[in-house]
Every structure is written in C-alpha cells, then in structure tokens.
C-alpha cells in the first residue's frame, strides 16, 4: 500500500470512529489550529521568504491574519451552523417536524496552491474541520519550504490521523486522485481543474473548484482616476501579481490610457520604491518555468512601463503594456504575473461586450462614480465576484461567497459557505402515526375528489404565526374527519 492509501486509509478509519463528529471536538482542533498561528509564525514566515520572498509582515497580512479571523468566526458561529434549520412547511406537513440537519460528508481532499499557501490550503481545511469531516491536505509542491513546514507543523497541533499532510509532487498528486474521497476541493487552473473533475467522476465525488482566469478591470472616464489606479496597482502588483483575483487588464477609454499610466507608474513609486527589485514589499517570481512563460507574454505588445526582469533571481519589474490588442499572447490567458496590459475601448457597451466574449471571470473589477454604470455590469455581465472602487478585498469579507462560475470554478468558501460546502445538508421529516384520515386523499383509489383536497394541501404554505398554526391544526383534525367519514369504509 503506497503512503497515499495509507494517509487516506487512516483518515477514513478514523473517521469511522466518529470522534470527528462532536461540535467540543470540532472547536477544540480549530483552536489548536489557531494557536499553531501565534506560536510558529516566525517559521511560517521564514519558509514562505525562502519560496516567494515575502516579508514577514506581509505573510502575516495576506496569509495568516485571514485565517486567524476566520477560525476565530468559525469557532463562535459553529454551533448555530450545525444546529437543526427548521424549514417551511405546506399543510399537509403541518403537524408533523420538518428541518434541514448538517452532517459531515467523510473524508476529503485538499488541494493547495502555491500563490498563497497557508491561505488557499487552510481555508478550506478550516471548513472541514468545522462541519465534522476528517480531510487529507495536499500542499502545492511548488512552495517547497512551505509544503515541509505544513508536513512538520499540523500534525503537532491537530490529529493527525484525521488530518493528514500528504507532500509530494504530481505522481502523489495522481495516486490520491485514485482515492475515494467524498469531496474534493482543488484551488488552481482550469487545465487541472479539469483532470480533477475527471478523476473525480470515477468515484462520483462532488468537487469544489477555485480556479482563475482573465478577471477585467474597468475603469469609467469620469472616476476619479488618481484613486482608482492607486488602488489597481495594490490588486495588481500585490504578491508580485501571483493572485487569482488580481485585476488581469484594463478597460479603458482610449481619452484616459495615458494618465493611467502615469498614475499606475506613480503608485508603482510610491509602493515599491524607485527599485522594486530590492523592496521587500515586491516579491519575486515563484520559479524560472513561470518567469520565461509571463515574459513570453510581452513580445508582441508595447511596453510603457516597466519590461525588465532578472531570471537569475526570478524579478520581473512591475510592467504597465498599452494599446493592447485582443489578439495579442498577453491576452490568450490568465498572466498571473506583474504585467498589466491596457485595452482601449471607446464605450461600456464595448467593454460590455468584451467581456462577454471570454469566459466567466473569478472576479470583475469597475471603477466608476456611475450607478448606471455599476448597475449596467452587474446585470449584464458573469463573474465570480463583483467589486466596484476597488480590488482584492471581497475575498476577506466571510459573509460573502467566494467562489468562480464556468470557467472560473465552481462552489464557493469562506465562513458559514465552508460550512455549508463542506456538509450533507440532509432533509429531515419526522411524521406521527396518527391523522391518517388526512393521508387516505392520496392512497388508491384516486378520484377526482381526493386531488381536490391533496391540490388545496399541498399548494398552501404554512408561513403564519403560532395562533395561526393553532387554527389550522383545528381545521385540519376537522378536514381528517370529513375525509375519514366520505373515504375510508
């Protein structure tokens, strides 16, 4: 049995035992998770400077702060979460208890990225943990100090029976997807997403999906310019523009496309200093496969800003291209990089139009003062998310769903959708054996009388008050004993 079976053999067999069930259990391991944040953060930091020259306070910001606001959220709603929902009721189920039951699914598969690496693996693991599940986590090979780290910490702060860490590249990655799990939920691109799926179909596993894309960045030519590319540059640049709902292009009036630059190329500045290859705000490139595969992208655009790179020490310069074509390789897929072309379009019904041509972004960026404007892209477009006058921070509101559509992804996360994703959510109905005079409308044999009686039962919902529900309970010990009188012999 490979080491894959038997991390996954392990994690069902402890499952099985049930100790992942309790809400004491569930809470007490989400709070170990929380205190692994606190305690090791210096070496949490130190393996992520070794893979994507983070410094430690911004692997703190975009990494472990989230998640320690998200444990904390989880922790405190957890028992609502898995309490019973009552549900409607129509008045043929009036009397009887009728309500939706959470209930953990088993054993799943986490998947992890490598752009983000605590933040897009724990996440969901926060979630599975919560809804009472056991879960095999993959870290991303990529982030090889990171994956270790993970490797060596978890099992010292949660059970590591039910929660192992798997290591390894695509082989190991292979071998578990011939596992059976009962969810998988893969962060990445769509080409996997789609081999993810496929491997899942074997088993008729559900999956969540969160993948990427080209997500647009519309910029109205009455916006207060200055502010917006302030805040384009932060959601571009951020990670050095390895982020999944990093604005991808511009959409803009040709009118405006210098003073973005201009603008952009100020925030660039102000950000990064004169030198961003020595800012430790910046970053680098997580390997020289993806260095020669962005740069590759600027052949045959124009740059205006930016341009250089380092392949030695994986840099490439914050990178502004303008009078983009559609055509052109930066735009045939996602760049996740620090390249940011702009687009000229003469109206929003274009840039309307552009957009639906693609597919469905993650996330859809417009700056504008407009409500019209706002409005008309919101009912007009497709995307994960929608964010107006800003970028990247959807995804640290937990009220929020985050997740893509078609092409994008599919399922969402974060807070209670974790919850909710990562559980059965199982429809309960508990009858008592009495009032049978009421069922005998829909045994054998049917007549015309009886659909009357079912129609008026079944068509009415029951949304009244508790003197309402009184009344009817009265009415329909009434309506059972005519039924009893005019169908029963």
Not at 182 to 187: A, P, S
Not at 443 to 471: E, N, Q, V
Request: charged share 25%; hydrophobic share 40%.
């Amino acid at each position: 049995m490979s080491r894959e079976q038997q991390a996954v053999a392990r994690a069902r067999k402890a499952f099985e035992t049930g100790r992942s069930k309790p809400l004491e259990h569930r809470i007490r391991q989400l709070k170990n998770l929380q205190r692994l944040f606190t305690e090791r953060q210096k070496v949490i930091a130190d393996a992520i400077k070794k893979d994507l020259n983070k410094s430690e306070v911004g692997t703190q910001l975009y990494e472990t702060l989230g998640l320690e606001s998200e444990i904390s959220l989880t922790i405190r709603k957890l028992k609502e979460w898995a309490a019973p929902r009552p549900v409607e009721k129509n008045l043929l189920t009036l009397s009887d208890t009728v309500y939706i039951k959470p209930e953990p699914l088993g054993v799943v598969l986490i998947i992890g990225a490598w752009n983000y690496p605590w933040a897009v693996t724990i996440q969901p693991l926060i979630g599975a943990i919560a809804a009472g599940n056991a879960a095999v986590v993959k870290p991303s090979e990529v982030c090889v100090h990171t994956a270790k780290v993970m490797e060596e910490l978890l099992p010292l702060y949660i059970d590591k029976e039910l929660y192992p860490v798997v290591t390894g590249g695509v082989p190991e990655t292979q071998e578990l997807l011939r596992q059976r799990f009962d969810h998988i939920f893969y962060t990445g691109n769509s080409r996997v997403g789609r081999l993810i799926m496929d491997a899942a179909a074997k088993h008729l596993t559900p999956v969540t999906l969160e993948l990427g894309g080209k997500s647009p960045c519309y910029i109205d030519k009455n916006c207060d310019i200055s502010i917006a590319c302030r805040r384009i540059t932060w959601g571009k640049y951020s990670n050095c523009g390895q982020t999944c709902i990093a604005p991808d292009y511009i959409l803009c009036d040709p009118s405006i496309q210098d003073r973005v630059i201009e603008e952009i190329k100020k925030s660039i500045k102000e950000f990064y200093t004169d030198d961003p290859k020595t800012c430790p705000d910046y970053g680098c490139i997580i390997n020289q496969h993806h260095l020669k595969r962005i740069t590759a992208m600027l052949e045959d655009s124009t740059v205006a800003v930016g341009g250089d790179y380092d392949e030695s020490h994986c840099y490439i310069a914050p990178t502004i291209l303008r009078d983009v074509r559609p055509e052109a390789k930066v735009m045939q897929e996602e760049i996740f990089g620090p390249v940011l072309p702009i687009l000229p379009i003469t109206s929003l019904d274009e840039a309307i139009k552009f957009i639906n041509k693609g597919e469905k972004p993650l996330a859809l960026y417009v700056f504008t003062s407009d409500d019209k404007v706002i409005e008309r892209m919101r009912d007009e477009t497709s995307s994960g998310g929608l964010l107006v006058n800003d970028c990247l921070v959807h995804y640290s509101v937990s009220s929020l769903p985050f997740g893509g559509v078609g092409n994008s992804g599919m399922g969402c996360y974060h807070g209670k959708f974790s919850f909710d994703q990562l559980s059965h959510l199982r429809g309960c109905l508990i009858k008592k054996l009495k009032m049978e005079g009421v069922n005998s409308m829909r045994y054998p044999p049917h007549t015309l009388k009886k659909l009357g009686w079912a129609r008026f039962l079944l068509l009415k919902t029951a949304d009244l008050g508790w003197l309402g529900r009184m009344a009817l309970l009265a009415t329909l010990a009434v309506v059972a004993a005519i039924v009893l009188q005019n169908y029963l012999p």
